[in-house]
């Protein structure tokens, strides 16, 4: 049931004694900001918002999916041209919008337009030729432009604009020849980074006298093999180190890599770095090198229980984020005698219900806000911390999408405030709950926002007490 008109709505909004006016409240700023950014809000609602005197009410109109195209062709109009490119960006923008906006003063405007996924080939070639560099640099760098749009703007006389051209996956070969002769080393530089260049312009470009355009060489994973082995001899360093990061690189390019010692630290990132390189490279006396050996995702288990052992913090730190850490490595560091590696291994570990039971139970209440943050953990032990003494642990109860019904209920009225706008924010809070919500000026900001908020609730959001309409 609809329990206001749209044109009684728009009164609302405007009005100087409540919400949405420009003598509101803070808290009322914010409110309307919500509900404009609700996927699910009304579009009633939507309409009355777009009329409303701040202009960041306005954008979040401009922005959201759900506003109809009449508030969309509206706001098109407005004097704000955030408000503009928010329409602009907007996929369910009509086309005649977007070729109006095309025409728009503000090339920030006209640029949005480009990156609308909605906006035809021949809006695009229209862009194209825009008179302001921006926007033919957006439509450059674009994957799905055509081909002769992409020919057209090679020849560009702006330096960025042929260097979007020239970074373009989809560019054609003929065009990344012509561009890796360019007289700018930007242009250059973006061939070079390609990975659609033509192998025989990668080699030519690898004897470039610009560092910048051997750079992008050595981090392009298509370069050919003999362009590696010559690159890792470079007398730029940052070319080498570009080399030595390359997944792309031979492994005997890499081994000889391990004796420049201005290169180790990235050599020991590289996942494609040999083992018996990673193993040179872990008793590293720069720890630096031993951490990016410990985040390695090819390191081997017994170099990261070595590691686990350093004496440094940070490489302890760094073995835990290690994606392929084993349960018994990120098992002892859940004994480190630091904090902050201690709640890194509990982070990353495999979350069973037995561990998460164990971490609940944990005196450090940041443990114990692990399982109540987790959407694997059990529905007792969520009830549990629901109870806790710790206002955080509460909190991520609060948040979490997976608590159960009842104690998002019971959580809805818990006496700390940072607890209740948790509820309101929470998708899966029930409808009643987020009803009474609605009337605690704590939590009516996570309501407004909430999708999950029925749309009779934001519509009485607008009001405020003992407004007569």
């Known amino acids: 049931m609809q329990l206001f008109p749209c044109d009684c709505i728009i009164r609302i909004a405007i009005s100087p004694h409540i919400p949405g006016s420009r003598e509101a409240g803070i808290m009322d700023h914010h409110l309307r900001n919500g509900i404009a950014q609700n996927p699910n809000a009304p579009q009633d609602i939507l309409r009355a918002l777009s009329h409303d005197w701040d202009e960041e009410v306005r954008k979040n109109v401009a922005g959201n999916r759900n506003t109809p195209e009449d508030t969309l062709r509206e706001l098109s109009h407005d004097r704000n041209a955030g408000v503009r490119t928010r329409i602009a960006i907007n996929r369910n923008t009509p086309q005649e919008v977007l070729w109006e906006l095309a025409h728009d003063s503000d090339h920030y405007v006209r640029k949005s337009v480009t990156r609308n996924n909605s906006a035809s080939i021949d809006l695009l070639g229209e862009l194209s030729r825009d008179c302001d560099w921006m926007p033919r640099a957006s439509i450059a760098e674009s994957p799905s432009t055509p081909p002769d749009i992409l020919r057209e703007l090679s020849s560009d006389c702006t330096t960025d604009v042929r260097w979007a051209v020239a970074k373009n996956l989809s560019a054609p070969e003929d065009i990344l020849r012509e561009l890796s002769h360019d007289n700018e080393d930007l242009v250059r530089t973006g061939v070079a980074q390609n990975p659609s260049t033509p192998q025989d312009v990668l080699r030519e470009l690898a004897r470039d006298s610009d560092e910048w355009v051997r750079m992008g060489i050595g981090e392009n994973p298509s370069a050919p093999q003999d362009v590696f082995r010559l690159l890792y001899r470079d007398v730029d360093e940052r070319v080498r180190i570009n080399v030595a990061r390359n997944p792309s690189a031979p492994q005997d390019v890499l081994r000889e890599l391990s004796r420049d010692t201005e290169v180790r630290g990235s050599l020991a990132c590289n996942p494609t770095t040999p083992q018996d390189v990673l193993r040179l490279l ?27 052992q350093d004496n440094e913090l940070d490489v302890r730190r760094a073995v835990a984020d290690n994606p392929n850490a084993s349960g018994d490595i990120l098992r002892d560091l859940m004994r480190d005698r630091f904090r902050e590696v201690r709640l890194h291994a509990a982070e990353k570990i495999s979350a069973t219900s037995d561990l998460l039971r164990e971490l609940s139970l944990d005196e450090d209440l940041l443990m114990r806000c692990i399982p109540a943050r987790s959407s694997s953990a059990p529905q007792d032990v969520l009830r549990s911390l629901s109870h806790d003494s710790e206002e955080p642990v509460r909190r991520c109860v609060a948040c979490n999408s997976h608590a159960p019904q009842d104690v998002l209920r019971e959580l809805s009225r818990d006496c700390e405030g940072r607890v209740r706008p948790c509820i309101a924010r929470n998708s899966s809070t029930p409808q009643d709950v987020l009803q009474e919500l609605s009337l605690d000026t704590w939590t009516q900001i996570g309501v407004a926002s909430n999708p999950s908020t029925p749309p009779h609730v934001l519509r009485e959001l607008l009001v405020k007490d003992g407004i007569a309409l």
């Open 282 to 308: 872990h008793r590293d006396v720069d720890e630096r090198v031993r951490c990016n050996v410990a985040r390695n995702p090819s390191a081997p288990q017994e170099l990261l229980q070595i590691l686990v």
